[in-house]
């Protein structure tokens, strides 16, 4: 018949095949490691006698401690060292990130007070810039200039007695928040003057807005000694002398109207402009146009002389609207 592994006398038999190949080859080292492990308990167990001994005559101390002891004392003596390292290093490191924030605070209060300085300058500075805007402001003829920076009336006064100074926000924030409120009114007057600008840009490019010739005004309009007659008499015109042959340019657009010999103001050159404006240049060496020609701002037109009766090179600007001459000088400079 067949083994039956269910016999309790087959697996008994198992059983101790299994013990007795574990015995045979973890017995020898399952044997040293008990050995080693009862020589270290009972080196363990032994004890040191210590010894203090008086000079004098009197008793001596010993007593007994067994190596375990000594072995926990010092294990207990190396940690509380290390432990009081590890802390002593923490708190070295402790006092110096606090004597770090320490002087980041002081900078801080510099940097804020600095802030707060170039903020109140700020608004010193724009407080100033306030009325040359509202003056820009005022020429494109508007009517509500005197409200334009209004910041509503001061409230009810029960109320503002009521109110802690200590819950008010600083005044660097007050003004930080005025110029913040203003620079939107300014953006909005900017774009009011732009819009201006942009209409009368046709009418400024179109009037005689630039000297024509390089060089200083000997004569003014109005009266002046003449330098013909030398009596006082009305001048219609600047006298501005200039180099021998120096150019004549247009002070702007225009239509050449004639080009004549005058016997006071020699050859003299009449442009034709909009809006009924007519410049005159006088006492011409030479023309580089011709009369009907169209010409354009900034062009040459023709050559400082001193023709007709002119007593230095020169050239004698005249501006007309209408049939009224007007004072030059105001359209010398650029607009």
């Not at 008994?12 to 399952?30: A, C, P, R, T």
């Not at 005559?57 to 375990?68: D, E, S």
């Not at 060292?81 to 590890?86: A, E, G, K, N, R």
């Not at 980041?104 to 805007?133: A, C, H, M, V, W």
Request: hydrophobic share 35%; charged share 25%; aromatic share 10%.
């Amino acid at each position: 018949m067949g083994l039956n592994p269910f016999k309790n006398s087959d697996l008994e038999d198992l059983q101790k095949n299994i013990k007795d190949f574990l015995k045979d080859q973890f017995g020898e080292l399952s044997q040293k490691l008990k050995d080693k492990r009862d020589n270290y308990i009972k080196k363990g167990k032994e004890q040191i006698t210590v010894m203090f001994i008086p000079h004098s005559a009197k008793k001596i101390f010993n007593f007994h401690i067994p190596i375990y002891a000594i072995i926990l004392i010092s294990t207990l003596i190396i940690v509380t060292i290390t432990l009081t390292s590890v802390v002593i290093i923490n708190h070295s490191s402790t006092l110096k990130e606090v004597s770090k924030l320490k002087m980041y605070g002081t900078n801080s209060k510099f940097q804020i007070k600095k802030y707060r300085d170039e903020i109140n300058k700020l608004y010193d500075i724009f407080q100033k810039f306030k009325p040359e805007l509202s003056y820009l402001y005022s020429l494109t003829q508007v009517k509500k200039v005197n409200s334009l920076w209004a910041k509503g009336g001061p409230g009810t006064p029960n109320l503002i007695k009521k109110v802690d100074e200590s819950l008010l926000p600083p005044l660097e924030v007050l003004n930080i928040e005025e110029i913040q409120h203003e620079l939107k009114t300014t953006q909005k007057i900017m774009k009011r003057i732009k819009d201006f600008l942009e209409a009368r840009r046709k009418i400024i490019e179109n009037t005689p807005s630039r000297s024509p010739v390089n060089g200083y005004i000997l004569q003014r309009f109005g009266m002046s000694t003449s330098p013909y007659t030398f009596q006082r008499e009305y001048s219609r015109g600047l006298e501005i002398c200039a180099f021998p042959g120096a150019e004549i340019r247009a002070t702007a657009p225009g239509k050449v109207q004639n080009i004549k010999w005058h016997s006071k103001y020699g050859l003299t050159i009449s442009i034709k402009h909009k809006y009924g404006f007519t410049s005159y240049y006088s006492h011409c060496q030479r023309v580089s146009i011709e009369a009907g020609q169209k010409v354009e701002k900034n062009e040459v037109i023709g050559y400082v002389g001193r023709s007709g009766k002119a007593t230095r090179h020169m050239c004698f600007y005249q501006i007309k609207i209408g049939t009224k001459f007007i004072d030059p000088l105001p359209y010398l400079n650029r607009l």
